[in-house]
């Protein structure tokens, strides 16, 4: 008989009301060559569920109130959880705005390192936003409900929430790659600072067009755009071919 191992998985730290070490997911069970697929433990699917009640929450208030009328406190009051439960799951009420954006920029990282290591830093950071395109296009109408709540708000289409948490994660992306390098430190500057001025741009592409196109589309539109710049109309795209 094929012997039978247990494959754990890290574990969280004990949240309100657990008094030890739940793990989050249930440890993945080896028969031989097969795998019986783990599932959520009680503990994480209620974690699930506090989060994803917050987020509806905050949203459903954004809309009623408005973004600047609503606070923290309100939303904790709605959802039935303490303030302190709010800030487990959200750093500040910006973020309940943008709670896929982690996961993406985990994708994104993943996606980059996977790129060969003697590409330049630029093509390889367009080459992962193409690879992960399906998770970044997921979503358009809450994209834009979104947009729409930070415009009545009176903030920009970018907020400087994202633009920080995405800027500090492509520098981190290619500095890893550079290690000891002393360029390393320009080049992740530079491509992260790229990459913010295509964001700000692109979305406001998209927005003036009535949303109606894929925001992806208008930030490869934007990246043409620069190559353009750079080295003219003529010859291949190097954010394509890595050239």
Same mark, same amino acid.
């Given at each position: 008989?094929?012997?039978?191992?247990?494959r754990h998985r890290p574990v969280g730290g004990p949240a309100d009301g657990y008094a030890g070490d739940v793990p989050d997911v249930?440890?993945?069970?080896?028969?031989?060559?097969?795998?019986?697929?783990?599932?959520? &433990? /009680?503990?994480? =699917?209620?974690?699930?569920?506090? =989060? $994803? @009640?917050? *987020?509806?929450?905050?949203? $459903? /208030?954004?809309?009623?109130?408005?973004?600047?009328?609503?606070?923290?406190?309100?939303?904790?009051?709605?959802?039935?959880?303490?303030?302190?439960?709010?800030?487990?799951?959200?750093?500040?009420?910006? !973020?309940?705005?943008?709670?896929? /954006?982690?996961?993406?920029?985990?994708?994104?990282?993943?996606?980059?390192?996977?790129?060969?290591?003697? *590409?330049?830093?630029?093509?390889? @950071?367009? !080459?992962?936003?193409?690879?992960?395109?399906?998770?970044?296009?997921?979503?358009?109408?809450?994209?834009? *409900?979104?947009?729409?709540?930070?415009?009545? !708000?009176?903030?920009?289409?970018?907020?400087?929430?994202? #633009? &920080?948490?995405? #800027?500090?994660?492509?520098?981190?992306?290619?500095?890893?790659?550079?290690?000891?390098?002393?360029?390393?430190?320009?080049? !992740?500057?530079?491509?992260?600072?790229?990459?913010?001025?295509?964001?700000?741009?692109?979305?406001?592409?998209?927005?003036?067009?009535?949303?109606?196109?894929? @925001?992806?589309?208008?930030?490869?539109?934007?990246?043409?755009?620069?190559?353009?710049?750079?080295?003219?109309? #003529?010859?291949?795209?190097?954010? @394509?071919?890595?050239?």
């Amino acid at each position: 008989m094929a012997a039978v191992g247990i494959r754990h998985r890290p574990v969280g730290g004990p949240a309100d009301g657990y008094a030890g070490d739940v793990p989050d997911v249930m440890p993945d069970v080896v028969a031989g060559d097969v795998v019986v697929a783990s599932r959520p &433990s /009680l503990r994480a =699917r209620k974690k699930d569920a506090t =989060r $994803q @009640l917050i *987020e509806d929450t905050a949203w $459903q /208030l954004f809309q009623d109130r408005g973004y600047d009328a609503t606070t923290v406190q309100d939303i904790a009051e709605a959802a039935n959880v303490a303030p302190r439960t709010f800030f487990r799951y959200f750093a500040t009420k910006e !973020a309940v705005l943008y709670p896929e /954006l982690d996961d993406v920029l985990d994708e994104l990282s993943q996606a980059f390192d996977a790129r060969p290591a003697t *590409e330049p830093a630029l093509v390889s @950071l367009v !080459a992962a936003m193409d690879d992960i395109s399906d998770e970044l296009s997921e979503g358009r109408e809450k994209k834009f *409900e979104r947009f729409e709540m930070l415009r009545r !708000a009176g903030m920009q289409p970018t907020s400087a929430f994202v #633009t &920080s948490r995405v #800027t500090a994660a492509v520098e981190e992306m290619v500095r890893r790659r550079f290690g000891d390098d002393p360029e390393g430190d320009l080049q !992740a500057r530079l491509a992260a600072g790229i990459l913010s001025v295509v964001m700000t741009i692109s979305n406001e592409q998209w927005l003036a067009g009535g949303a109606i196109s894929n @925001l992806e589309d208008e930030a490869k539109n934007c990246f043409e755009t620069l190559r353009r710049l750079i080295v003219g109309t #003529t010859g291949p795209s190097p954010f @394509l071919t890595g050239g």
